[in-house]
């Protein structure tokens, strides 16, 4: 339950120093050294049915040092693995960003990275065949996680030592600011019922000032648009350690699904990462186009992109359900999109008073 | 010092119900009754040389009710008046977006707003005409301020009491979140020397990885890109209240001391807020081009629309110095941009060891 960090950090250089060792033995048995992971192309990804997430198919590609090309691809991977390893040891932290730069640094030439992608691509090949998250690598990403809300308090570890937060009670109105790696994160005790994810800033602050996480006993999770990793992680650690129900709350737009689908299902992009980042077991709450109708929200008309995407999803395998089929056919047919805070036409109550407390009910949730 | 929220809500209050009376009092009269703004056009905003920033020019525009049109956003603006009176009496706040779909739940339908563009400029004429901002409305931004960490100890007014916070230790590593409002923390107590301004995540987490918030006795604001208003007017008082310099530390590209100049200078778009949000006495430390020179750093090359920034930034009033001149002209030569992570080709350490005290001193901060 609680993350061990120095544990971790030993297990994931131990990983990264096997790697390396499999280039030395092969090279003592008179072997060309080579690295296998899953080919990662559109092809080789599928939508898990059992498990909901994203995974890689059986095929695999295979970087070899019998060409200059390869050669130079296993080198660099064996000067960021000694970057890594020293970094672990140190108990230090840096952004790929940094990696990138820093093998300027490099006295070996052949072993620097000629672009950013190059060195983004090679943490996520090591990532893949370390089964080792780019957290435990520490290396930390550029994006900031999510805010949280609610009667849940925490143990953080920081390179200044240990923090106890309870995240409403020692927090401002702009809540706990989660670290970019919430692994160093302890759950201690809650009063939580259930993990309300919001998509945008506006409605987290309603929600917030009308108090819904102190009278609903929610943990409200600011997603900010798009989730970052450290968000994605943290509420499916919410779901898998405290057992607690997940909602999504987001606009009612075919991209806003697609934010659900993200907390969800995970992405084809991070699919070696499902089971760390992906929530199956999250649940869309609204605004759902039934509701555009029900509560009768103001709208604006679907455009034609709006229409590509709904088009899309009706074939993408994470909304193969009768219950997104019916939405999503719906809204085609209404042709009308509504955002959360459209909610406010009926007063600035009504969605924590009426909306929320009736979608909740309706799933079983409340 | 403190802000004390009753006694400025109240003054707001009263502020917009002169409005009202104003245009009561035009009737009573046997007038049309009208209202009188500065002309919101670029050619009646001047860069103000004594205070540098930008302020409105002498020219006026009329709303005046002779038209069907002119006495429909008059009806707006009392209707928008009636609610935020309400907001300010109930201690409520909303956003300029659940102001927009609140209107549809106004009885007259005549005062409702036909699209959002129409309610944000219909506050910022209020703000202006009041000089009360849209903060001391309770109209909250949708996007979040700064995070802040560094040695000063906080007391945040929340809506569930008031909340003191050291903003090192009583928070993780991600900081103290400002709330969309900085007007209600109120500053206790602080060894800070200066607040430093980052514009990246990656480089404000390398800062407070490194200690540097606790070895130089800074405060290290995260800035994000383009800062929020939250941020631009903490950073104000920060510098205004406890009088303590600010430096603002950028990539080394034309956008990023755009960044700056949005610290230091305002913007055209809120000229009747620069002296609410606008720090001219802010300092750039860098990358400066002479940085990219002298530190040698990895660079990528100007692009067209680079270059074209640059020197509209040589005939724009904010950066007519000497300094700015010649750095501008400096880089224009050598053609040539670097990111502030750049910096980690000398080492993840160079930044804070090296690179910021040496240009600290340089500046006379340290």
């Not at 790697?19 to 599928?46: C, H, W």
């Not at 090949?125 to 994006?143: A, G, K, N, Q, Y």
């Not at 923090?163 to 919430?182: A, K």
Request: charged letters at 30%; aromatic letters at 8%; one cysteine or more.
């Amino acid at each position: 339950m609680s993350t061990d960090t120095p544990d971790i950090d030993a297990s994931a250089r131990e990983r990264l120093i096997d790697l390396a060792a499999e280039f030395y033995d092969q090279f003592a048995a008179g072997e060309v050294p080579e690295m296998r992971l899953p080919t990662r192309t559109k092809s080789n990804i599928e939508y898990d049915e059992d498990s909901n997430v994203w995974v890689y198919g059986d095929r695999e590609s295979t970087r070899s040092a019998n060409s200059v090309r390869g050669a130079r691809k296993l080198l660099k991977a064996i000067y960021t693995i000694d970057f890594l390893a020293e970094q672990l040891d140190e108990d230090r932290s840096s952004t790929l960003r940094e990696l990138y730069y820093l093998s300027e640094s490099w006295g070996e030439k052949e072993a620097q990275f000629s672009d950013q992608d190059e060195s983004n691509q090679l943490i996520e090949d090591l990532e893949i065949v370390s089964h080792v998250t780019r957290e435990d690598f520490h290396m930390r990403p550029e994006e900031s996680g999510a805010k949280l809300m609610g009667p849940l308090r925490i143990r953080e570890q920081t390179n200044r030592g240990d923090r106890e937060i309870h995240c409403q009670d020692d927090v401002g109105q702009g809540g706990y600011q989660i670290p970019n790696n919430p692994d160093t994160i302890e759950f201690l005790d809650h009063d939580t019922d259930f993990v309300l994810c919001v998509e945008t800033g506006g409605m987290r602050d309603r929600l917030v000032e009308n108090g819904f996480d102190e009278d609903f006993s929610t943990l409200v999770v600011h997603l900010g648009g798009q989730p970052a990793r450290a968000t994605r992680r943290i509420i499916k650690r919410l779901h898998d350690e405290l057992d607690l129900p997940v909602v999504v709350f987001t606009d009612g737009d075919p991209w806003s699904y697609r934010i659900y689908g993200s907390v969800a299902y995970g992405s084809i992009k991070s699919a070696h990462l499902s089971e760390y980042l992906a929530t199956p077991e999250a649940r869309f709450i609204g605004i759902q186009p039934a509701d555009i109708v029900e509560y009768d929200l103001p709208t604006d008309p679907l455009s034609d992109s709006d229409i590509n995407a709904l088009e899309s999803e009706l074939t993408d395998p994470r909304f193969q359900t009768d219950y997104w089929r019916e939405q999503i056919e719906l809204q085609l047919d209404i042709g009308k999109k509504a955002e959360q805070q459209s909610l406010a036409a009926r007063g600035l109550d009504f969605v924590t008073d009426t909306y929320l407390p009736e979608r909740l009910t309706a799933m079983g949730v409340l």
